[in-house]
């Protein structure tokens, strides 16, 4: 089973803060990762995807990618309020998104 | 102009009932999926079509038969429901096969009693 692991949280963290998520997977066949955000009794909506190593920045987000360690975070800067929600991380491989069980991110005003 | 959009929002029915869930999406993509998303929050694929072939069909009882009249639509039907199948299920899009950026519509929230 090619499985995305989310272990850590719930995290909280302050108003202003960095928050940082992160997600290891098994299958180094994976091609690319995605991170999705899932506000409670919403869809899950697609905020960054990576590709290739390194780092990818879109506004306050920043995507990492290490494949030699199997290893793929979100950083979100400046943290607020209405971050707050479930991250998911998913890999795809075989034609496939794969998802992992999400990360709970709470920011305290 | 809702991207993907889905009917009925929710769906409360009874064991050993017949119920079907639409999607219709407006992007002009050619992948559409069904995921379901259990109690923990947990999203998991069921079946892709693309440009209204199956693609993916995961491990998923046959009581479950989605069914693509065309390329912006993507229905499931769910016979004989039991207790289990309560979750919500979500359709999504993306504009190629293979697992690329998907966009995702409101869900539909079935409650099997």
């Known amino acids: 089973q090619k499985e995305v692991e989310q272990n850590s949280g719930p995290l909280s963290v302050p108003e202003g803060a960095i928050a940082s998520l992160n997600c290891t997977y098994s299958d180094r066949g994976s091609q690319s990762f995605f991170w999705y955000r899932q506000y409670s009794g919403k869809s899950p909506e697609l905020i960054m995807f990576i590709y290739s190593n390194g780092d990818k920045e879109d506004g306050r987000f920043t995507a990492q990618l290490n494949k030699a360690s199997q290893y793929v975070s979100l950083l979100i800067r400046d943290s607020q309020p209405s971050d707050s929600a479930t991250y998911l991380c998913?890999?795809?491989?075989?034609?496939?998104?794969?998802f992992g069980k999400g990360i709970t991110l709470s920011v305290r005003p | 102009d809702t991207a993907v959009s889905q009917t009925p929002k929710y769906l409360v029915t009874q064991m050993g009932n017949d119920k079907s869930i639409k999607c219709e999406q407006n992007l002009g993509h050619d992948t559409m999926y069904w995921y379901k998303q259990d109690s923990k929050k947990f999203l998991k694929i069921m079946f892709s079509?693309?440009?209204?072939?199956?693609?993916i069909n995961e491990t998923v009882p046959n009581r479950f038969s989605p069914k693509s009249p065309d390329k912006a639509h993507l229905n499931l039907h769910i016979n004989s429901l039991e207790l289990g199948d309560s979750a919500v299920y979500f359709c999504a899009s993306s504009r190629q096969s293979g697992g690329y950026e998907q966009y995702f519509g409101p869900g539909t929230r079935l409650t099997v009693t």
């Open positions: 998913a890999q795809r491989a075989n034609s496939k998104l794969t």
């Open positions: 079509y693309n440009n209204k072939e199956l693609i």
